[in-house]
């Protein structure tokens, strides 16, 4: 078990010098990466993830009265525009328990919904993505980033339902799952290895928090530098050291098989 800056470089025999004091992403997301000058960090996540330029048009401010303390810390939705210039809304969730998977299963199509009856003044909404990273153990899966939509299958046929010509037009999209959430889950737990990709490079830094000096996966070179602890307020300082205690408090307990935190990087 390791925190932020106690980073074990053996597990990925990485021969490059890594940042030790970057501060955890999921605390980032809802303080730092919210700020419009940091933008590019969560912008080459989400370009690197989805494999198309992604830009932050805006934040969608989240209902507070709704969440806990920790979701406010582990969520951030945004208005971003895609390469074709659409409209696209994503939703990026910090999960380390597992019982937070049902709400990612569950709840983005209703606070999603939320948000597209409020934004009409930005164009029609084209696509929805949830993206969640997890920090606990999907112990049956195998791979360590997994993408899924909705696929409609007749009961007797088994054919798919598909989009007629007019609905293509009008929804601009191909298939019937194009029009619903298009979920990505990254499993930080299952990623043991080099990475070779500048997708790897990112799953590295999330399970890690250090940064090789070599990294060119877009948005790392942003991160390195904006997510740096020296660089927080007296008052940001406070409040990180106070989540940081909370959360050695929490891997401190038992868990049990309903809410677990990992042993990983917080």
């Known amino acids: 078990m390791y925190l932020c800056g106690e980073i074990i470089l053996s597990n990925y025999k990485n021969k490059y010098i890594m940042n030790s004091n970057l501060i955890c992403f999921d605390w980032a997301v809802?303080?730092?990466?919210?700020?419009?000058?940091?933008?590019?960090?969560?912008?080459?996540?989400?370009?690197?993830?989805?494999?198309?330029?992604?830009?932050?048009?805006?934040?969608?401010?989240?209902?507070?009265?709704?969440?806990?303390?920790?979701?406010?810390?582990?969520?951030?939705?945004?208005?971003?525009?895609?390469?074709?210039?659409?409209?696209?809304?994503?939703?990026?969730?910090?999960?380390?328990?597992?019982?937070?998977?049902?709400?990612?299963?569950?709840?983005?199509?209703?606070?999603?919904?939320?948000?597209?009856?409020?934004?009409?003044?930005?164009?029609?909404?084209?696509?929805?993505?949830?993206?969640?990273?997890?920090?606990?153990?999907?112990?049956?899966s195998e791979d360590y980033v997994y993408c899924g939509r909705p696929v409609f299958t007749g009961t007797h046929n088994k054919d798919e339902l598909k989009l007629s010509d007019r609905q293509r037009e009008q929804f601009t999209c191909r298939h019937t799952g194009d029009l619903y959430v298009e979920y990505y889950v990254i499993c930080i737990n299952k990623f043991n290895k080099d990475a070779v990709s500048s997708l790897d490079e990112w799953i590295s830094f999330l399970k890690t928090g250090g940064i090789p000096e070599n990294a060119g996966a877009k948005g790392l070179a942003e991160a390195r530098e904006c997510l740096r602890e020296d660089r927080l307020s007296k008052e940001e300082q406070a409040e990180y050291s106070a989540y940081m205690e909370s959360l050695r408090k929490e891997k401190s307990e038992i868990p049990d098989k309903h809410s677990q935190a990992s042993d990983i990087t917080v």
């Open 30 to 140: 809802k303080r730092v990466l919210r700020q419009k000058s940091n933008f590019a960090v969560l912008e080459g996540l989400l370009s690197t993830l989805l494999n198309k330029d992604i830009r932050i048009v805006h934040i969608l401010e989240i209902d507070d009265s709704q969440e806990s303390a920790g979701d406010r810390f582990s969520r951030i939705d945004m208005l971003v525009k895609d390469g074709d210039g659409e409209s696209v809304i994503v939703e990026v969730r910090n999960s380390r328990k597992s019982n937070n998977f049902h709400r990612m299963l569950y709840g983005v199509p209703i606070e999603i919904g939320g948000h597209i009856s409020k934004i009409e003044g930005y164009g029609k909404v084209r696509r929805l993505y949830s993206v969640n990273i997890v920090y606990f153990d999907l112990e049956q």
